[in-house]
């Protein structure tokens, strides 16, 4: 089992990213997927969720009408679509999997900074 993330990067505010989260060993579609997040110094909080049964989403206060996580079942991928990008979101940005056994991926780093 396996979670790998890609399309970090440094962005000057204002911008976007995409962030992507390639699974391998099991199905996305059968598993709560998140987005988390861990800036130096502080807990690592969650971002947004997108649910199994539904695919209902839900995001932190901080994120909400900024970032869209998605999920592509023929890809087994979920994404996470980040606009309007502030300095505060700098961070490491990990995807995570969960139902009865959980997994993390490696984390990719996001620098918001002119």
């Known amino acids: 089992v396996q979670l790998v993330e890609s399309g970090g990067g440094l962005v000057q505010p204002g911008g976007s990213l995409r962030l992507s989260c390639a699974a391998s060993?099991?199905?996305?579609?059968?598993?709560?997927m998140s987005w988390y997040r861990q800036a130096p110094g502080k807990e690592r909080d969650l971002v947004a969720r997108i649910t199994w049964i539904g695919g209902s989403t839900n995001y932190a206060d901080s994120v909400k009408g900024r970032f869209t996580i998605s999920r592509d079942n023929g890809k087994n991928t979920v994404s996470l679509q980040m606009n309007s990008l502030k300095p505060e979101d700098t961070a490491v940005y990990y995807c995570?999997?969960?139902?009865?056994?959980?997994?993390w991926g490696q984390g990719t780093q996001v620098t918001v900074s002119s």
């Open positions: 995570y999997a969960r139902r009865v056994i959980a997994y």
């Open positions: 060993g099991f199905t996305v579609s059968s598993y709560d």
